[in-house]
């Protein structure tokens, strides 16, 4: 089953350091996703998606974050000047289609460990 | 450093016997609802979806219902295996971005 992946699964990286998080979507899909996990907290919308251009953003995707699909096939999230409190699982998610109700196929994650 | 987190209710059950895990969503104008499983180390992963035009929904061993009358989900579980074991979260989906519950760690006892 086709499936989402991330890499690298644990990054470590010292404040102020500029973070990429990669993953690739299930090929077929259109619409994409952040997420990030605090340990121990529930699982939190960052950033979707489509056409090339974010279609939806929270209170936490401010100015140091942005996303981008350089190809075909990947989709990043950089962190401009990391913080401690960027400290997480970074999860990225695909979806195939807009307009019916299909679930969104997480990755296995990113942990990122800000020193 | 990282926040201190959440205590996740923990739901205890023998193997073999059924699982009912609920949740409370926020939103009335939430129009789909999916529940997902985590495992230690690993992304949420799909079990079951439901739409709001719907109240009851069944998978294999698994059965989600919905009451949008008091915003409330669960996920049922029959027959619990010890592969079960895992923190369980529903999500609601609000202009295509999901939010998500605090979630519920099932144990499964031998």
């Known amino acids: 089953e086709p499936e989402v992946t991330q890499t690298p699964s644990h990054q470590v990286t010292q404040m102020g350091q500029e973070v990429i998080l990669r993953c690739v979507p299930i090929?077929?899909?259109?619409?994409f996703y952040w997420y990030r996990q605090i340990l121990g907290q529930k699982v939190e919308f960052l950033v979707s998606?489509?056409?090339?251009?974010?279609?939806?953003k929270s209170e936490i995707f401010d100015d140091q974050f942005s996303v981008e699909r350089p190809d075909g096939s990947n989709f990043t999230l950089k962190i401009r000047s990391t913080k401690l409190e960027d400290s997480a699982m970074y999860f990225c998610?695909?979806?195939?289609?807009?307009?019916?109700?299909?679930?969104?196929?997480f990755g296995d994650g990113t942990r990122l460990s800000i020193l | 450093g990282e926040s201190v987190g959440l205590h996740l209710p923990t739901l205890s059950v023998q193997e073999g016997d059924n699982s009912i895990i609920n949740c409370a969503y926020s939103?009335?104008?939430?129009?789909?609802f999916i529940w997902y499983k985590q495992e230690s180390g690993k992304g949420p992963q799909f079990i079951i979806d439901?739409?709001?035009?719907?109240d009851k929904r069944q998978g294999q061993r698994v059965t989600v219902l919905l009451n949008k009358t008091v915003k409330h989900l669960s996920l049922q579980i029959a027959a619990t295996q010890p592969g079960d074991s895992a923190v369980y979260f529903c999500?609601?989906?609000?202009?295509?971005?999901?939010?998500f519950g605090t979630g519920t760690r099932l144990k499964v006892l031998a």
């Open positions: 090929s077929n899909h259109l619409y």
């Open positions: 998610a695909s979806r195939p289609q807009r307009g019916s109700n299909q679930p969104q196929h």
């Open positions: 939103n009335s104008a939430s129009d789909y």
């Open positions: 998606f489509y056409n090339n251009e974010i279609s939806e």
């Open positions: 439901i739409r709001s035009n719907m």
């Open positions: 999500a609601e989906s609000l202009s295509y971005k999901y939010i």
